[in-house]
């Protein structure tokens, strides 16, 4: 069998009445998922930043903060933003489901999932009293525990078919290296922090600007990026800074992404799943500008800046399929940290305001926060990840394959 080549073997004895049907699973056959329990701790800590976003303005008003508990319940509550709140936590019931997996199953695992949605949900809301901008609303814990308790269920009905039978791991083994979960939970991560509207297209990391203004235009004026008044000039500069940070970012994180990708993994596949990636960011920002913006419309992302900055790194990207995996960590870590020296020094954009007030005013403001605490932080959690695997996968990591293997769920043949 050629390298890398996926085996299935059987994962169940067969039913003595059934031979075709499988019978029930020994306990060494039931599989646990690292990539659940690390999405788990990822989506909890963004359920926390979506749900207590500013984090500024903390008042007392007098109210015990569980108070709104025993409110009444309001005449009738909005549809649209009982849909959201579901939503929002229909994953973290999922992947609960998912992480507790094989200890917990079935009602038992649902039952766990549903009390920490509750759980959450309520003290969450309990700290939303003491924020300027946000209301506790016991309506809203229902609306949050109602999609935890449907994503329970979903991952219940499925956690045997994706974790047990060895299906997530055809997936993950077949595309992706084995030490590649944490790494593929941060790319899942990339996606929703693209929304956040920052002055320049997927410009993320931005610490240094967001939380001290007076030194970031300090270093830009060290540096001759302040304004002397020459519009043109000026026009010139904004545009080789958003060609810049276009072509540096989304540089630095194809490169993260293509190294997860499984060693020997065919130059076509590895060529095709990148570009399914840049594809992807693109169509999120576009989604972003078009949907979530009043007035604002897709346009902005193909400004004559966005346009070279996407061309330059997808044209790098492509190059970098052949490259060694340690030379494209080299580049992807050095590509992240310029993106950022840029971001936090470069003044913003002239219409960059203008894309951050139309969300305000606009739909989805509850996710402004979510948007805003992944935008900032992403690419600082990439660097640490960057320098965690320096580009050469585990020893550790074919010997557990090949033990996977024997242990009749899914292996790579070597």
């Known amino acids: 069998m050629y390298a890398g080549a996926v085996s299935r073997s059987p994962v169940s004895p067969r039913s003595p009445k059934d031979p075709n049907r499988p019978g029930p699973l020994r306990s060494w056959q039931r599989r646990s998922s690292p990539l659940s329990r690390y999405a788990l701790l990822a989506y909890l800590l963004i359920v926390v930043d979506a749900s207590l976003f500013p984090f500024t303005g903390w008042r007392d008003l007098g109210l015990a ?10 005449a009738r509550g909005l549809p649209f933003d009982l849909f959201v709140n579901a939503l929002g936590y229909l994953p973290l019931g999922f992947v609960t489901v998912l992480a507790l997996h094989p200890r917990w199953r079935g009602v038992g695992a649902i039952l766990g999932a549903v009390v920490l949605c509750a759980v959450l949900s309520i003290h969450l809301e309990a700290l939303q009293t003491y924020l300027p901008t946000r209301v506790a609303s016991k309506v809203d814990v229902s609306a949050n525990v109602g999609g935890g308790l449907l994503g329970a269920i979903l991952a219940a009905r499925f956690a045997h078919a994706l974790l047990d039978t060895g299906r997530l ?8 290296a084995s030490d590649a979960s944490r790494g593929l939970v941060l790319i899942l991560v990339w996606f929703p922090a693209l929304i956040y509207p920052d002055a320049f297209v997927l410009g993320t990391g931005g610490l240094l600007k967001g939380l001290d203004p007076a030194a970031s235009a300090l270093l830009a004026a060290a540096v001759g990026l302040v304004d002397q008044g020459d519009a043109v000039a000026t026009a010139m500069r904004f545009q080789l800074a958003e060609t810049a940070v276009m072509a540096l970012t989304l540089f ?13 993994l ?15 960011t693109v169509a ?3 989604f972003a500008r078009a949907f979530l913006f009043d007035g604002v419309g897709v346009w902005p992302l193909l400004t004559a ?6 061309v330059m790194a997808s044209a790098g990207l492509v190059v970098a399929t052949v490259l060694p995996p340690r030379l494209r960590w080299i580049l992807g870590f050095a590509s992240v940290i310029a993106a950022l020296v840029v971001i936090n020094v470069y003044p913003d954009n002239p219409y960059g305001g203008a894309v951050g007030a139309a969300w305000t005013r606009g739909k989805l403001l509850n996710f402004y926060g979510l948007a805003s605490g992944l935008n900032l932080v992403w690419p600082y959690v990439a660097l640490v990840y960057f320098l965690r695997h320096r580009g050469s996968e585990p020893q550790h990591g074919r010997k557990r394959e090949t033990l996977v293997a024997k242990a009749g769920t899914v292996g790579s043949s070597l």
């Open 169 to 176: 791991r055809v997936w993950r083994t077949r595309w992706f």
């Open 284 to 286: 999120i920002v576009a």
């Open 305 to 310: 800046g966005a346009r070279s900055g996407l």
């Open 65 to 74: 903060p569980y108070d709104y508990l025993f409110a009444a319940w309001p």
């Open 252 to 264: 630095g994180a194809g490169l993260l992404f293509l190294n997860l990708m499984r060693p020997g």
């Open 266 to 280: 065919p130059w076509l596949k590895r060529l095709v799943l990148l570009l399914l990636f840049v594809a992807a």
